[in-house]
């Protein structure tokens, strides 16, 4: 009796220490689905801590609102989760909460989109695209592409469609987008508005854009959503996207590939969702107790387009068609 007794102790404390062990919240604050590239960052996240040993995952999708992330950063607070991974939809706003994150003591992953207040609060490690970089290399591809094309000094009408006005990666791609065009006076800067990263609204903005403007050479989209919406505008409205309109995407998700491939996009440049590597490497380190650095890691990425070989100082072109089979979202 007593053996049994004392069995039955040992085995309810080796149950407690491998429950504690295997029961580490991970909690993600993600802004919703607007686009592919969302979709393929939230499936990344998602296998990944999922599928890890002893770890729970808790998944808040905030359908774009930056009040019902605030409401979700509240309850992973309440449900005490261990660590919380936040991506906010505009970089503003966030003082607050994440101060009460802070109070709470749970430690914060940045990762893609940057709060403005990053400098103010704790955080543990932060991943995310160089989005001024993404957007200078945009600009710097038509410059080159017109370049190598024999029309250098040919006056270019360019316009440029935005993402979510306030988003870290609509304000980057912005100041990347307009510092790239004082390298290249030939292009002309005609029209700038919001397409809100997703496609009906860059469908609905080129066919506004197609009625009230006399000509566009050149549709630089903050996101490749935003550039295949607007190809269906421009097919509709009778003219030949990639030709007529030369089309620079960003992201480099696989429809955009396929629409280099038909001829209907030239270029995309590449800002990779694919943080899980990053993240389940952090949440280890952490785990196991390790301090990680505060500045931004940016993961190396390219640029795809329908030629390769375009020199853009920091990266050369590749050619879709050669790396197409090679990519993984
Ligand atoms: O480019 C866009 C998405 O924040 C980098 O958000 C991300 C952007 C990405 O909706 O497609």
Same mark, same amino acid.
């Given at each position: 009796?007593?053996?049994?007794?004392?069995?039955?102790?040992?085995?309810?404390?080796?149950?407690?220490?491998?429950?504690?062990f295997?029961?580490?919240?991970?909690?993600?604050?993600?802004?919703?689905?607007?686009s592919?590239?969302?979709t393929?960052?939230?499936?990344?996240?998602? *296998?990944?801590?999922?599928?890890?040993?002893?770890?729970?995952?808790?998944?808040?999708?905030a359908?774009?609102?930056?009040?019902?992330?605030?409401?979700?950063l509240?309850?992973?607070?309440?449900?005490?989760?261990d660590?919380i991974?936040?991506?906010?939809?505009v970089?503003?706003?966030w003082?607050?909460?994440?101060?009460?994150?802070?109070?709470?003591?749970?430690?914060?992953?940045?990762?893609?989109?940057?709060?403005?207040?990053a400098?103010?609060i704790?955080?543990?490690?932060?991943?995310?695209?160089?989005?001024?970089?993404?957007?200078?290399?945009?600009?710097?591809?038509?410059?080159?592409?017109?370049?190598?094309?024999?029309?250098?000094?040919?006056d270019?009408?360019?316009?440029?469609?935005?993402g979510? /006005?306030g988003?870290?990666?609509?304000?980057?791609? /912005?100041?990347?987008?307009?510092?790239?065009l004082?390298?290249?006076?030939?292009? *002309?800067?005609?029209a700038?508005?919001?397409?809100n990263?997703?496609?009906?609204?860059?469908?609905?903005v080129?066919?506004?854009?197609? *009625?009230?403007?006399?000509?566009?050479?050149?549709?630089?989209?903050?996101?490749?959503?935003?550039?295949?919406?607007a190809?269906d505008?421009?097919?509709?409205?009778?003219?030949v996207?990639?030709?007529?309109?030369?089309?620079?995407?960003?992201?480099?998700?696989?429809?955009?590939?396929?629409?280099?491939?038909?001829?209907?996009?030239?270029?995309?440049?590449?800002c /990779?969702?694919?943080?899980?590597?990053?993240?389940?490497?952090?949440?280890?380190?952490?785990?196991?107790?390790?301090?990680?650095?505060k500045?931004i890691?940016?993961?190396?990425?390219?640029?795809?387009?329908?030629?390769?070989?375009?020199?853009?100082? /920091?990266?050369?072109?590749?050619?879709?068609?050669?790396?197409?089979?090679s990519?993984?979202?």
């Open positions: 009796m007593r053996k049994l007794f004392a069995l039955v102790l040992t085995l309810a404390v080796l149950f407690s220490a491998a429950s504690a295997a029961d580490v919240k991970i909690a993600f604050s993600q802004i919703g689905q607007e592919d590239w969302r393929a960052n939230t499936d990344d996240i998602t *296998k990944a801590i999922t599928s890890h040993p002893g770890w729970t995952f808790i998944y808040d999708d359908q774009q609102k930056q009040e019902n992330q605030i409401k979700a509240r309850n992973f607070i309440t449900q005490n989760v660590y991974l936040f991506t906010g939809v970089s503003t706003g003082d607050e909460v994440l101060k009460e994150v802070n109070e709470a003591e749970i430690p914060l992953l940045l990762i893609d989109r940057m709060p403005d207040c400098d103010k704790e955080y543990e490690a932060a991943f995310g695209g160089d989005f001024v970089e993404e957007g200078r290399r945009q600009i710097a591809w038509v410059g080159e592409y017109l370049k190598a094309k024999g029309r250098g000094d040919e270019v009408n360019v316009v440029i469609m935005e979510t /006005t988003a870290s990666a609509q304000t980057g791609r /912005t100041e990347g987008n307009l510092a790239g004082k390298a290249y006076p030939h292009l *002309k800067l005609i700038q508005q919001s397409g990263f997703t496609r009906a609204e860059g469908q609905a080129m066919e506004s854009w197609l *009625k009230s403007l006399e000509k566009i050479d050149v549709l630089i989209a903050q996101n490749d959503d935003m550039a295949l919406g190809i505008a421009i097919k509709a409205a009778g003219k996207p990639g030709k007529d309109i030369i089309i620079v995407g960003c992201d480099s998700v696989k429809a955009a590939f396929d629409a280099i491939l038909a001829g209907d996009m030239n270029c995309t440049v590449e /990779t969702p694919l943080y899980s590597k990053f993240v389940v490497d952090a949440l280890e380190k952490l785990i196991a107790g390790e301090k990680l650095g500045e890691v940016h993961p190396a990425e390219g640029v795809f387009d329908t030629e390769g070989g375009i020199d853009l100082g /920091t990266v050369t072109s590749q050619k879709a068609a050669d790396v197409i089979a990519r993984v979202y």
